[in-house]
């Protein structure tokens, strides 16, 4: 075969791949977006998206801070505007207040008390932390938490990882536990972020009810030899409508080093109220 054969046959198969790359890509907007974006943010994104009880305090201006808080404020009150609509009863919902996915944290019968810091800790040191927005129904032990939104069709988790070798490892414990919650379950592309995350994105349905969610999950290092994993599931009707409050509460996530030893400005928990 000639050269310039190869050169098109090559040309024919990446304008034939292409539409499915992009499709995959544009997979990661609302929710899940938001969420790698929160997890990424390069070198400049690490100090920030590791302090995030700082991030949002001491290392960006008060433009800044004002700009996101409009930001929040404007989904939340799209949200609650939309939940509200006769489209939104009409449609099915998660109930994650009835039934938890059995992810990151066990089935618990402690009671639920309104969001706010969590810092999850191990042999009496502050390990990881992650801030839950004030309306949101959230049950804390010592080693995980996880969060309900108010109306039930969004769920989070964050804990710390055991008996799992690397991250690699970590990812497969998620997939295998949302394997157990979700069937038709679509994956978007893993994703290693520049702070050194490894994620995961996609949408699936719920083998209880049947409704169609979207998720993300990541696992990074909270502390030398000791990893965490957060994770966010969301139901898809409502998933442009968590971009803002998904991202603002990855960016709360502070890791060990921040912890430790230190007097940090915690960021309040997302609520318009605010």
Same mark, same amino acid.
């Given at each position: 075969?000639?050269?310039?054969?190869?050169? #098109? !046959?090559?040309?024919? +198969?990446?304008?034939?791949?292409?539409?499915?790359?992009? +499709?995959?890509?544009? !997979?990661?907007?609302?929710?899940? /977006? $938001?969420?790698?974006?929160?997890?990424?943010?390069?070198?400049?994104? $690490?100090?920030? #998206?590791?302090?995030?009880?700082?991030?949002? /305090?001491?290392?960006?201006?008060?433009?800044?801070?004002?700009?996101?808080?409009?930001?929040?404020?404007?989904?939340?009150? @799209?949200?609650?505007?939309?939940?509200? @609509?006769?489209?939104?009863?009409?449609?099915?919902?998660? *109930?994650?207040?009835? !039934?938890?996915?059995?992810?990151?944290?066990?089935?618990?019968?402690?009671?639920?008390? &309104?969001?706010? *810091?969590?810092?999850?800790?191990?042999?009496?040191?502050?390990?990881?932390?992650?801030?839950? &927005? @004030?309306?949101?129904?959230?049950?804390?032990?010592?080693?995980?938490?996880?969060?309900?939104?108010?109306?039930?069709?969004?769920? @989070?988790?964050?804990?710390?990882?055991?008996? %799992?070798?690397?991250?690699?490892?970590?990812?497969?414990?998620?997939?295998?536990?949302? /394997?157990?919650?979700?069937?038709?379950?679509?994956?978007?592309?893993?994703?290693?972020?520049?702070?050194?995350?490894?994620?995961?994105? /996609?949408?699936?349905?719920?083998?209880? #009810? #049947?409704?169609?969610?979207?998720? +993300? %999950?990541?696992?990074?290092?909270?502390? &030398? =030899?000791?990893?965490?994993?957060?994770?966010?599931?969301?139901? =898809?009707?409502?998933?442009?409508?968590?971009?803002?409050?998904?991202?603002?509460?990855? *960016?709360?996530?502070?890791?060990?080093?921040?912890? !430790?030893?230190?007097?940090?400005?915690?960021?309040? &928990?997302?609520?318009?109220?605010?």
């Amino acid at each position: 075969m000639s050269k310039l054969r190869i050169l #098109g !046959a090559v040309a024919l +198969a990446v304008l034939l791949t292409a539409p499915n790359a992009l +499709a995959r890509g544009a !997979a990661r907007g609302g929710m899940r /977006g $938001a969420v790698v974006g929160g997890m990424a943010g390069g070198s400049a994104g $690490a100090a920030k #998206g590791a302090k995030a009880g700082v991030v949002v /305090g001491a290392t960006r201006g008060v433009a800044e801070r004002s700009a996101d808080r409009r930001g929040m404020d404007s989904e939340t009150q @799209s949200r609650d505007e939309y939940e509200s @609509s006769a489209e939104y009863e009409s449609t099915q919902h998660s *109930e994650f207040s009835e !039934a938890a996915p059995d992810i990151l944290t066990p089935p618990s019968e402690t009671s639920a008390t &309104p969001g706010g *810091e969590a810092i999850l800790t191990k042999d009496g040191k502050p390990i990881v932390a992650i801030t839950y &927005p @004030s309306d949101w129904k959230q049950k804390t032990g010592d080693e995980s938490v996880s969060a309900i939104s108010k109306k039930g069709n969004a769920w @989070s988790a964050l804990a710390l990882l055991d008996g %799992v070798k690397d991250q690699q490892d970590g990812i497969t414990k998620l997939r295998q536990g949302l /394997g157990k919650y979700l069937a038709d379950i679509d994956y978007d592309d893993l994703v290693k972020t520049d702070r050194g995350a490894l994620l995961i994105t /996609g949408s699936g349905k719920g083998k209880k #009810g #049947g409704t169609d969610v979207t998720f +993300a %999950v990541a696992v990074f290092e909270a502390a &030398p =030899k000791q990893l965490a994993g957060v994770a966010f599931i969301v139901d =898809k009707s409502v998933d442009e409508r968590y971009k803002e409050a998904a991202r603002s509460i990855v *960016e709360t996530i502070q890791v060990e080093k921040d912890l !430790a030893g230190k007097k940090h400005e915690v960021a309040k &928990p997302i609520s318009r109220n605010n």
